[in-house]
Each structure stands twice: as C-alpha cells, then as structure tokens.
C-alpha cells in the first residue's frame, strides 16, 4: 500500500464554493458565538481542553495524597480532607475525565474520520456539554466549601447512607454522577447516529477505521451500562432527602444492592476507557507503520466481545462480600476470559509492527509504552481474579497498583493520539524532541510510582488511609511511590510547555502530516467550519491510501444552508439530507435549567415541580423556530 | 461481514436530488428516538431488577402489614394507554400521506389523551397502598411508578408542545417527527405493560 500525496479534493468551482459554506457554517462571532456554537469541533476541542483541566486537578488532588503518605505519621492533611481528597481524585478521575475525553475525542475526530459535515443533533451536543461543565463545577464547588465527596469514587452505602454521612457531601457525588453521566449518555447517542446514518458514500461498514469501531462499542456499552448507575445514584440521593430505605437493611433494603448496582456500570466503565483507546493504538499502529492494521475483522470482533464480556464480569469486585460460592467461580472464569480478546489485540499490532516499517514518532514510543504498562496491569488483574488471591490483597494497595497501571495504561494512547492528532487540531507540529522527554519521565514515573505499591499491598498496606505508623516499614516504598509522582508531575510540565510553545511558535502543520489513511487528514489542519470543501467518496478500507485518481466526490448539496448527507446504515449509499439548525444558545439555556433544578433538588424536592416549569419552559424554547431559522427550513424542504 | 456490497463509486456523486423528508429508520431522528427509548428501558431494567432483588430479601413480599396493591384503577389506566395507540396509529398513518390538516385535528385528541393519563398515574401512585417511605417494598414500587411517570409527563408535554407547532409554524420535517412520536407512544405505553403486571399483579399471584 502506498502512501499518495495527501490534501484534500480540488474542483474548479472550489473557490466560490468555499467562500459560502464559510458564510453558512461560520459561527456568529465574538462571544455569542462562543456560548451559541453547535459545530463539533468547537465543542469536542472545548470538551477536551475542560476534561484536560480537570485530569491536572485530579493530579493535583493526587500529588496532595502522595505528599501526605510520603512519610509516616505526616500530618500535612488530616483524615477529613484526606477522605475528600481521595474521593474527590477518583472521582474526577473517571467521570470528569477519563470518559468524557474519551467521548470529547470521539465527538470531535469522529464525523470528520467518517466523512460527515456535522455531528448528528449537534444542538444535543452542545447541550450535553454544558451539562457535563455543571457537574464538574459541582464537585469542585462542593470541594472549595469543604463539602467534597467523602465516601470514596465508589461511595458505598451505609458509608454514603442518610445515617452516616449526614450533610450534603454525598449529595454532591450523585448530583455530579447525575450530570456527567447524562452528558454521556447523550455523547453515546450522538456518535452511533454520526456514524450509522453520516458516513460518506463509500464508506461501507466493513470499512470504517477501527477507532471509530471502537467508539462505536464504547458508544452501545455507555447506553447499556451508565443508566444503572444513574438509577443507583437516584436511589442513594432518595435515601438520603425524601427517606426511601433501597439500602437501609432495617427496612428490607439491602447494601449489596448498591454494589451490585455501582459495579455492573462499573466495571463496564473501565472498558469504555480502554476500548477508545485500543481504536486509538489502532489508528496510531497503521500510520506509524503506514499499513492497514493486520486483522482487521479481528481486531472489529476483539472490541464488540470485550464490550460483551464486560457486562460478566462486575462480581469480581464483590469477592469478599457474601457472594455464593458458584457465583465467585463463574466470575472468576470471565474475567479470565477476557483476556483473550485483548492478547488477540495485542497480537495483531504486533504483527503490524513486524510487517510495516515503524517510525519511532513520539506517538509511537507511547504506543509501545501502552503495550508494557496495560500488560503489566493486565498480568495483576489475572491475578487479583482468583478468589484466594483476591481475598488476600482486597483493599490493600495492590488493587491500587493494579487499577492504575490499567487506567494509566489506557493514558498512554491518548498521550499518543494527542501528539498525532494535535496538528489537526491547531495546525501547529508538536515538538519531538520534548515530547521524548515527556514520554521518558512520564513511563518512568509511573512505573516508580505503581510498581511499589504492589509490594505495599503484600505488607498489607490498606487503601484509604491518610497515614501509617513508622513501625508498618511501609515508609520507604512510600516515599519511592511519591517520588515517582514527581517524576509524573515534571512530565505533565514538560507536556504543558510543549503544548504552549506550540501554540505560539510551532511548525506550522500541513493538512496530513502524518500521511496517514483516514479521511481527518483529507481537509485543512485545523478543518473549517464545513469540514470538507466536497464530501469525499470512500474506495477502500484505508479511505486515502486506497483512492483512485479520479478521487471521487459528492456533488449537490446545499451551501447556503447547513444541508447534511444521510447514507444507509450497511453500505453507506446516499439516502436523504438533512437540515442542519442554525447555531443557538437554547441548548446553553436548556443546560442551566437543569442544573438549577438538579442542585435544588439536593435541598429540597420542590426542586422537582419547579424543575418540571423549568424543562417546560425549555422544552418550547427549544423546540420553537425563530423566524429566519423557519423560514430557512421551508425554503430548504421546497416550499418557499 | 460479507453481506455488505461494494458500489465501487468511481465518479462524483450528484445527492442533490435527495430527498429531504423520510421517514423510519432512514431519519436519522428515528435513530436518536431508539436510542433515547433504550436509555430509558434501560432505567425501567434497573428497577425491574431491584424489586426482585428486594423480593428475595428475607420477609415477606410485600413486609410485614402491607397491604397488597390494588388493581382496579391501574387497570383501568392500563386499558386506557393501549387504547390511546390506536389514536397514534392514525397520527402516524396521516403523517406518511403527509395530511396536515388531519394531522393537527388528531394530535389535538392525543394531546387531550396523554392530558387524561397524568391524573391516571396519581391513581397509580394511590393503588400501591404504601408509602416510598414505609420500607423497600414501597421505595421501589414508587420509583418504578416515578419513572415511568416521569415518561408520561414529558411526554405530555412533548405532545402538546409539537400540537401548537404545527399550527403556528408546520414544516415537512414534522411529518416525520409524528411518525417518530407514534413510535414513541407505543413504546412508551407497551413497556408499562410488564411493570403493570409486576407491581400489581405479582406480589399477589406469586
Ligand atoms: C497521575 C498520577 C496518579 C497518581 C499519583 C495517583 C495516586 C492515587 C492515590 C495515592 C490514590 C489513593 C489511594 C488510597 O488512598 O486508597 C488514588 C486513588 C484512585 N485513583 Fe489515582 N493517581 C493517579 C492517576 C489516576 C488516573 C489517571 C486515574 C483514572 C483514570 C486514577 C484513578 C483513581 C481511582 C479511581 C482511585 C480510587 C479512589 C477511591 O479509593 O475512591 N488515578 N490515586
Ligand atoms: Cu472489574
């Protein structure tokens, strides 16, 4: 396969052409354009830097903790802001970063690498962003007013319960749990819809890049997993304000109940981490090889069997509770079991990278970084899989050496894909040369950091402590722990001056750098409003690489209106089109209505018929044309 | 994946001709309706789940001096939602021969019916015979109840909020839209069916 020279399809009439999709597409400027955006790349770039902001805050709660634990007895944080901290770090963690960069990435690579102008209800998207920046002030307005989440990311009952968490800490967990996973859920339905119904003609369903497969199963795991613990944090916050008893034993409540229900989402939750990032590894493998990935029905069949064995799996958190005997077996075996989708992965980059010719790109050497740190996480989980062994380490820092090596594993790629994908993204180059150092410090801290704690675990170092007495000998392994955080942390700086260093001095980017195959590179770095001048016309599984001369293209769509493409759900044949509303600030009106409503309703259930006005209110606003935006539409559907 | 047909496009593609208004799975709204109709079965799922969890709680289903629910005004309301698909048949038949006329008269009626379902639903809420707050049996009938209700809210509002629509500012996209509303109803209606029997029905039976 080789490489053709890249940039996008050139007509003769390119020139007018251009000139009014910029006028159709364009945002209002200035602020309101801001606060009235519905164009994805605005809002997938705006996700993705918030999502980074709170990753480095989560650090930052992080780096607090291992400065607590780096000796014994320290008395730099006490145990009730340690209990925050640490609540307050996972939680971030999980849903405000990990799985909203992954659906922010996805949001905005994914109807570019799928050919679409648009995402599909981008009004919806810039909705569920909003939303997701509610719950993210949340938590951290609850945190500045010392009212952080305290009873862990996993805020198990009685602990999180009415009676032993009086106040309103856990309140805002499962406020901040309710809008984030909202935001998810409408994330998860926007980038099936993209990828069913706009994907360019050509584009067969045999044929979309693995990334975007793997978004794709992380998009059905979202709808089938986050609803569980949506209800469960509407179960714990009704225990907690209006006296139901779901957990309260003495009320024929049970407090298994809600692990069962925290962990069938929970567990899925650590794959709709992991399976974006094995699509990223994937897409990083093929460009930095310059080959179509080796398998690639394989690798297809390898995420949809992970995205279904996740669901099996959610017991093996429960070991040491009173699950039956057969129960633990069953679960013991799945969770073996998935390894074998993952060796398949593994197996098929390898063969990849033996057959390609490897540049060894700064996105690249994460690739490899990934490869030791998730199998190194994977091998513990192996382990901690085995009921003995589990019975042995549960809830010691084993299991937090193990969660990370896998969470941070599943970093590594999206370092990668942010080193490959930033020129698209800014049209400026990334420095190789510190982005070298960034990967060095970066693999050394954390492997300084998690190695150790596997050990501290076998001394039985529990998690969630604040402190250990001198006489534990759990000082030095400590301390090693705690350096390596600063290792991470120095490398995190060394990322953050490459980025700005970047950003204003940079090689300017040409629009496919990499001359990688898919169809985000056939357009400008960064893209235009529009996206693409001339929709492209995919012919092979690798869209630029397999494109014939001619380079065909779609013709006819409307460009003084936001007119969409919508092709078939298998074959991708040229279907209908669809309108595309103008930019608006409903959905930022619609996003503020509900976050009123929510954080009312953790001081009094008045919130709710308040919130039902509120939601009515926004309901017409929404759903109201204005004017022009109607008169648009008639004009567009033919009958002026 | 050797169904799928390469139509080995080779030269431009002119979609100008495409048409603007479909209807079913080739709207991609319809699409985004089956996705919000799953998250919200899903929900429905979860509680299904709990009240069988609870249900094999040691005690009594329902505890203790509990009354068994009644089933006359659920039944009733039962009857009643499935009834009201056969409004919402003729909504979606007159939206595919694109009758506006037609159209604004019967969502007028399925408006007044999803109206008449929200004081059927506190009927509902009345028939459990228990409290959220008594013990589990009655949170999670409540909830289940709550949510469901929470349906019937929006969509009342939905409902009417789209009837005035389409009289003040129709568009061809609101065809589709009906079409995509009735499926919604249906759903919407058919799905209580099993938490009907659930509630009412089984702690009596089983
Ligand atoms: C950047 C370097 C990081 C460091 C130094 C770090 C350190 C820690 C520490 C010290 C704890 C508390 C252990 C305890 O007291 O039991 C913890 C907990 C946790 N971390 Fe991290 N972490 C890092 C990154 C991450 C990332 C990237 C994720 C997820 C994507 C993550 C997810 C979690 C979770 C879920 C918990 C459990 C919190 C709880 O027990 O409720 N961490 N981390
Ligand atoms: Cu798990």
Redesign the interface.
């Known amino acids: 396969m080789r490489a053709v020279s890249p940039s996008e399809v050139t007509r003769a009439d390119d020139q007018a052409v251009r000139e009014e999709l910029e006028r159709t597409w364009a945002d209002r400027p200035g602020f309101i354009g801001w606060l009235s955006t519905t164009d994805h790349k605005r809002i997938g770039l705006r996700y993705m830097i918030t999502a980074f902001t709170f990753f480095l805050l989560g650090g930052l709660n992080a780096g607090l903790m291992r400065l607590q634990l780096s000796r014994p007895e320290n008395d730099f944080l006490g145990p009730d802001a340690y209990n925050q901290i640490f609540t307050v770090h996972g939680t971030t963690m999980m849903f405000l970063f990990a799985v909203p960069m992954m659906h922010a990435i996805g949001l905005y690579f994914v109807p570019l690498m799928v050919g679409a102008r648009n995402v599909?209800?981008p009004r919806?998207n810039a909705f569920g962003y909003w939303v997701y920046l509610i719950g993210c002030l949340l938590l951290y307005a609850g945190l500045f007013t010392n009212t952080g989440p305290d009873a862990g990311w996993f805020s198990y009952v009685p602990l999180a319960g009415p009676e032993y968490s009086p106040g309103k800490r856990s309140d805002v967990w499962a406020q901040t749990i309710t809008f984030t996973e909202i935001a998810g859920?409408i994330a998860?339905?926007e980038i099936?819809?993209t990828v069913?119904?706009?994907r360019a003609?050509?584009m067969?369903?045999?044929r979309i890049p693995l990334f975007v497969w793997a978004m794709l199963v992380m998009s059905f795991m979202t709808?089938?997993a986050?609803?569980?613990i949506?209800?469960?944090s509407?179960?714990l916050a009704?225990?907690r304000l209006?006296?139901?008893?779901?957990f309260?034993p003495a009320?024929?409540?049970?407090a298994l109940?809600w692990q069962?229900?925290f962990w069938f989402f929970g567990h899925p939750e650590v794959y709709i981490i992991f399976i974006p990032a094995t699509g990223l590894v994937s897409q990083l493998v093929s460009a930095f090889t310059r080959r179509e990935v080796f398998g690639y029905?394989a690798m297809v069949l390898a995420n949809i069997s992970q995205g279904f064995l996740a669901f099996g799996l959610w017991v093996h958190h429960m070991f040491t509770t009173t699950v039956p005997q057969l129960g633990s077996s069953f679960f013991t075996a799945t969770s073996a079991m998935i390894a074998i989708p993952a060796g398949i992965q593994i197996f098929c980059w390898i063969a990849t990278i033996w057959l390609g010719v490897p540049r060894f790109r700064v996105a690249f050497l994460f690739v490899l970084g990934f490869v030791i740190v998730f199998v190194t996480g994977g091998l513990s989980g192996v382990m901690i899989a085995s009921v003995p062994f589990d019975t042995q380490v549960h809830d010691t820092y084993f299991i937090v050496a193990h969660f990370h090596y896998v969470l941070l594993g599943s970093l590594f790629p999206f370092f990668g894909a942010l080193y490959y994908w930033f020129p698209k993204l800014t049209g400026r180059m990334l420095s190789e040369r510190l982005g070298k150092w960034h990967f060095a410090l970066f693999f050394i801290g954390v492997n300084v950091t998690f190695f150790p704690m596997h050990f501290l675990g076998f001394a039985g170092m529990p998690r969630r402590v604040y402190t250990y007495i001198a006489e534990t000998g759990w000082g030095d392994l400590n301390l090693v722990a705690s350096a390596g955080a600063v290792v991470i942390v120095s490398s995190v700086g060394v990322l953050l001056v490459n980025v700005l260093r970047s950003l204003g001095s940079g090689a300017p980017a040409p629009d496919d750098p990499w001359e990688a195959e898919s169809l985000e590179w056939a357009t400008a770095s960064p893209p235009p409003s529009y996206a693409f001048v001339h929709i492209p016309?995919v012919?092979g599984r690798s869209a630029l690489w397999d494109r014939?001369a001619?380079r065909?293209?779609?013709?006819?769509?409307?460009t003084n209106v936001r007119d969409t493409?919508?092709t078939?759900?298998?074959?991708a044949?040229?279907?209908?089109?669809?309108?595309d509303p103008r930019p608006t600030t409903k959905p930022l009106l619609a996003a503020i209505g509900i976050g009123v409503t929510f954080i009312a309703l953790m001081f009094t259930p008045w919130g709710l018929p308040v919130g039902?006005v509120v939601?009515?209110i926004g309901?017409?606003a929404w759903?109201?044309?204005d004017r022009r935006s109607?008169a648009e539409?008639?004009a567009?559907?033919?009958?002026a | 994946?050797s169904?799928?047909?390469?139509?080995?496009?080779?030269?431009?593609?002119?979609?100008?001709?495409?048409?603007?208004?479909?209807f079913g799975?080739?709207?991609?709204m319809w699409?985004?309706t089956l996705?919000?109709m799953?998250?919200e079965g899903?929900?429905l799922?979860?509680?299904v789940a709990?009240y069988f969890?609870?249900w094999r709680?040691p005690?009594t289903w329902p505890?203790g001096h509990t009354l068994l629910p009644s089933v006359f005004w659920p039944t009733v309301h039962v009857a009643f939602m499935l009834a009201t698909n056969l409004v919402m048949m003729r909504v979606s038949r007159l939206a595919h021969r694109l009758d506006l006329a037609g159209l604004r008269r019967w969502l007028v009626i399925a408006s007044l019916c999803s109206v008449v379902m929200l004081p059927l639903r506190w009927q509902d809420f009345l028939a459990l015979n228990v409290r959220?707050?008594?013990?589990?049996?009655?949170?999670?009938a409540?909830?289940t109840v709550g949510?469901h209700g929470s349906l019937l809210?929006?969509n009342t509002?939905?409902t009417s909020?789209?009837t005035v629509?389409l009289h003040r500012?129709p568009?061809?996209?609101h065809f589709t839209d009906a079409s995509d509303a009735a499926m919604y109803w249906y759903y919407m209606t058919w799905i209580w069916v099993p938490l009907y029997v659930m509630l009412y029905w089984s702690p009596r039976v089983l």
């Open positions: 599909a209800y919806m859920l998860a339905v099936i819809v069913f119904k706009h003609p050509g067969s369903l045999n709808i089938y986050m609803p569980w949506a209800s469960a509407l179960f009704s225990d209006i006296g139901t008893h779901f309260n009320e024929g409540g049970d109940l069962h229900l029905t016309v012919e014939s001619q065909p293209v779609v013709t006819g769509l409307r493409l919508v078939t759900l298998v074959d044949i040229p279907d209908s089109r669809h309108y039902s939601v009515l309901m017409i759903a109201w044309p109607y539409q008639v567009y559907e033919g009958h | 994946m169904t799928v047909t390469d139509p080995g496009y080779t030269t431009d593609l002119d979609v100008g001709a495409l048409p603007t208004t479909v799975p080739r709207d991609i699409w985004g996705g919000f799953t998250i899903m929900t799922v979860v509680c709990t969890y609870l709680q005690g505890p959220w707050d008594t013990n589990a049996y009655g949170s999670i409540w909830m949510l809210v929006m509002l939905e909020v789209f629509l500012r568009t061809e996209r």
